[in-house]
């Protein structure tokens, strides 16, 4: 069974600081996903990547970085959190050129910024 | 812009029971992929059920099957003999191709199946 692990299921963080959010698969998967989900607005995309050291902004990047330095792992920075980055942070991953790729998600890291 | 819509934000159903989940979605796309994901409390989503556009014949998966509509852009997920185990966020989601890069998740529906 493909495994995503998300390295923390609830953090809290003061405002300003740095937050590291780290996700790895364990099924060789090309792409990595970073969502962001708050009630009614469902998933929206904040980052993903198609390789190693390769990254494509989604719907919502401001404020956030990534890093890809295995095939394995996706990191998600958030350089100086923000009261307005208090949500649920989903990782997953796909499978290039899986017919109708299905995306396998982790179990999620609860973020709260006071 | 591919487009996905949930216009059921909770549903509550009896055990045993069944329940239609809506779902529509705008693409210009003649073919793409379709999918119910599963988001029970606390717990990591999971795929209940996909559908490919170019298929006329209704995806399902024991008590889980789809209503789609091409013309229409609607993508139902029907539930039925409701359990307890199936209360959860339900996502319908989009993807226009097969390489596994570009997904729209709709808002949501909250379904509670009660004792």
């Known amino acids: 069974d493909v495994k995503v692990t998300q390295s923390s299921r609830y953090l809290v963080k003061r405002t300003g600081e740095k937050v590291f959010l780290e996700c790895v698969q364990d099924m060789d998967h090309e792409n990595m996903f970073w969502y962001r989900q708050d009630p009614g607005l469902g998933l929206r995309l904040i980052y993903f990547?198609?390789?190693?050291?390769?990254?494509e902004k989604g719907d919502i990047p401001e404020g956030y970085s990534v890093s890809r330095e295995k095939k394995e792992r996706f990191s998600l920075i958030l350089e100086s959190a923000s009261t307005n980055q208090t949500s649920m942070y989903l990782c997953?991953?796909?499978?290039?050129?899986?017919?109708?790729?299905?995306?396998?998600f982790g179990e999620g890291s609860r973020l709260t910024v006071l | 812009a591919q487009t996905v819509t949930q216009s059921q934000p909770e549903m509550s159903v009896q055990e045993a029971e069944t329940v239609t989940l809506s779902c529509t979605y705008d693409t210009s796309e003649n073919n793409y992929y379709l999918f119910w994901y599963k988001q029970p409390p606390s717990r990591q989503m999971i795929l209940v059920i996909r559908?490919?556009?170019?298929?006329?014949q209704n995806a399902t998966e024991n008590r889980f099957s789809v209503n789609f509509q091409k013309a229409a852009k609607s993508f139902s997920l029907k539930i039925s003999d409701s359990q307890l185990g199936d209360t959860a966020m339900y996502f319908c989601?989009?993807?226009?191709?097969?390489?596994?890069?570009?997904?729209?998740f709709g808002p949501g529906t909250r379904l509670s199946v009660l004792p």
């Open positions: 990547s198609y390789d190693v050291k390769m990254k």
């Open positions: 989601a989009f993807t226009p191709d097969n390489y596994g890069q570009n997904f729209v």
């Open positions: 559908q490919e556009a170019y298929k006329q």
């Open positions: 997953a991953s796909a499978l290039v050129g899986y017919q109708g790729g299905e995306l396998f």
